[in-house]
């Protein structure tokens, strides 16, 4: 079955960054667009980027851009988030999806989500 796993979440100072990872299987990663969202304790889950099959195309969300880069190894089925500059207002739990196109992501869809990696940030 398909898996996406995250990882690379921790507790970090704010000024600081993070990488995070997420490891796809059970599925042709390459054909897939793959996404990041995140979720704070009583909020709405929220769109951070999406990143095109090839890796050739990203779109950032607001709260992301200038900061957080979306990148892709399709030789190793993975996806990354570089999270630079974090405020502790980016404390959340980091999602990855995967849709077969990066419109369907924006559209807060995806045919498969991950269990999430928990990022907090502190002042």
């Known amino acids: 079955q398909v898996q996406l796993v995250e990882s690379g979440g921790g507790l970090v100072q704010a000024g600081g960054s993070l990488r995070l990872s997420c490891a796809a299987s059970g599925l042709t990663f390459s054909a897939f667009a793959m996404g990041w969202f995140r979720q704070a304790p009583g909020k709405e889950r929220e769109f951070i980027g999406t990143i095109s099959w090839s890796g050739s195309s990203t779109y950032y969300g607001d709260s992301a851009k200038g900061r957080f880069t979306i990148s892709r190894d399709n030789a190793k089925n993975t996806v990354y988030l570089q999270m630079n500059s974090l405020k502790p207002e980016d404390t959340a739990v980091y999602y990855c999806?995967?849709?077969?196109?990066?419109?369907?992501?924006?559209?807060?869809?995806?045919?498969?989500w991950g269990q999430g990696t928990q990022v907090t940030v502190s002042s």
């Open positions: 999806a995967a849709a077969q196109a990066m419109a369907v992501l924006r559209r807060y869809q995806s045919d498969y």
